[in-house]
T-cell receptor, first 112, second 112 residues
């Protein structure tokens, strides 16, 4: 079983739509959670960290459910520029701070 | 601005040749990492280093070597022993506990 699993998509949505991605992780000892955005043939860039109480940054909302071991990313009012692949990343933390596990990414296409 | 610089952006080599990818950071991060990304796959860890003069093998270290003589620098050598070297190579750094990865802009290596 993979450490981190994501629906690969693609999610094809019109501009202005709300779209949500989920990601599940297998190690209950995981301590830190992140969403990254990766454009085609570019490096991943940190979109947001995910905190236990949930957090929002503009049109983006991230949530963590430790009991069910999943994190989610909600994008409201989608823009064409949101088209990218979104990576879910989990870190074990503590003495295993160097252990990052990556999902394979969920591709989002926002269409006019 | 602080960041991570990888060079070159594109690299072409003949089979059987060793090649070294450069990675320099000025974020004052202790930990540095090398990942490999193949099309449609998640990132896989090649090597990581938590401190100068120390580094550890990741999940796919065979055919690769690294050095960490300075905090700022973590070069990766792809040797002729690596069977499938063509890939997108990403260098990253982080502080220690509970902090995200910061990526360089990547080196796309093609071996023919």
């Amino acid at each position: 079983r993979k450490e981190v699993e994501q629906d690969p998509g693609p999610f094809n949505v019109p501009e202005g739509a709300t779209v949500a991605f989920n990601c599940t992780y297998s190690n209950s000892a995981s301590q830190s959670f992140f969403w990254y955005r990766q454009d085609c043939r570019k490096e991943p860039k940190l979109l947001m960290s995910v905190y236990s109480s949930g957090n929002e940054d503009g049109r983006f909302t991230a949530q963590l459910n430790r009991a069910s071991q999943y994190i989610s990313l909600l994008i409201r009012d989608s823009k064409l520029s949101d088209s990218a692949t979104y990576l879910c990343v989990v870190n074990l933390g503590g003495s295993n701070f160097n252990k990052f596990y990556f999902g394979s990414g969920t591709k989002l296409n926002v269409k006019p | 601005d602080g960041g991570i610089t990888q060079s070159p952006k594109y690299l072409f080599r003949k089979e059987g040749q060793n090649v070294t990818l450069s990675c320099e950071q000025n974020l004052n991060h202790d930990a540095m990492y090398w990942y490999r990304q193949d099309p449609g796959q998640g990132l896989r860890l090649i090597y990581y280093s938590q401190i100068v003069n120390d580094f550890q093998k990741g999940d796919i270290a065979e055919g690769y070597s690294v050095s960490r003589e300075k905090k700022e620098s973590f070069p990766l050598t792809v040797t002729s022993a690596q069977k499938n070297p063509t890939a997108f190579y990403l260098c990253a750094s982080s502080r220690t506990t509970n902090s995200p990865l910061h990526f360089g802009n990547g080196t796309r290596l093609t071996v023919t």
